[in-house]
């Protein structure tokens, strides 16, 4: 799927967030779009996911080929875990309730199953924010979808929860999945196969592997390679 020369606008502002940006994301990799805040990462995923509609931009794939998590997603507090995987299993009519949930319980490891168990009856209210996003998003894995999208899916988890997460992002990108994410945490990234998108003053100032981004910079520290990248050709 590519982007190309995209410039956006915010209303009532001069300066573009997205300025003729170009980009090309892969499948067989994990797309990771990375940056400063404000730098237009979530702005990006809403235009490439058809939230925000431009005709700058055509998506290839249908409204019913995307799915997107978004990084906060109200709910009311008094629904429970079953009824939140419900209305997002919902979404593939064509699929049984039950038959889904059994599909999801098998996908679980005896660790996640305990955690789904605890969460099935328990209100979103009395629900831990990583909890909510860990029941938020392997649910949504188990959508079938040609694209998905997730913005900062491992913010505010705790390790065992982030692990589960990315393990079921990565498992969508080996079935074929094309995915793209954002993240603030970039040290997660370096054992998964995945490809960089530095995005900064409205556009991809770098793209490539992990490694690449950290040998730059001759650092095993990602949070000193990014520092140091926007030292550098960040202010290019």
Same mark, same amino acid.
């Given at each position: 799927?590519?982007? $190309? ?12 967030? #997205?300025?003729? @940006? ?5 499948? /067989? ?26 005709? !700058? ?32 299993? *919902? ?14 319980? !098998?996908?679980? $490891? ?8 605890? @969460? =099935?009856? %328990? ?8 909890? %909510?996003? =860990? #029941? #938020?998003? %392997?649910? &949504?894995?188990?959508?079938? %979808? ?24 990565? *498992? ?12 603030? &945490? ?5 054992? +998964? ?8 003053? /409205? ?7 992990? +490694? ?5 910079? $001759?650092?095993? *520290?990602?949070?000193?390679?990014? !520092?140091?990248?926007? $030292? ?5």
């Amino acid at each position: 799927m590519k982007v $190309n020369s995209l410039t956006y606008y915010y209303k009532d502002q001069v300066k573009p967030v #997205l300025d003729k @940006l170009c980009i090309e994301f892969e499948t /067989g990799k994990l797309n990771v779009i990375i940056g400063p805040n404000g730098a237009g990462k979530t702005t990006l995923l809403d235009i490439i996911s058809g939230v925000i509609s431009t005709n !700058q931009f055509k998506s290839p794939f249908s409204e019913k080929d995307i799915v997107y998590q978004l990084q906060g997603i109200p709910l009311p507090a008094a629904m429970k875990g079953k009824d939140v995987i419900r209305v997002i299993f *919902n979404c593939d009519s064509e699929f049984p309730f039950i038959e889904r949930i059994k599909l999801f319980e !098998q996908s679980l $490891n005896s660790r996640e199953r305990e955690l789904f168990n605890k @969460l =099935w009856d %328990r209100k979103i209210g009395h629900m831990s924010v990583g909890e %909510r996003r =860990w #029941l #938020l998003i %392997r649910s &949504i894995c188990q959508l079938e %979808r040609e694209l998905y999208i997730f913005d900062e899916p491992t913010s505010g988890i705790d390790p065992d929860a982030r692990l589960f997460i990315l393990e079921s992002i990565d *498992n969508l990108v080996k079935k074929g999945k094309l995915v793209v994410m954002t993240t603030h &945490i970039l040290y997660e990234l370096e054992y +998964i196969d995945c490809k960089l998108y530095f995005l900064h003053r /409205g556009n991809i100032l770098y793209a490539g592997d992990y +490694i690449s981004f950290l040998n730059k910079y $001759n650092t095993q *520290n990602p949070d000193v390679a990014f !520092q140091l990248f926007l $030292n550098g050709d960040g202010d290019a």
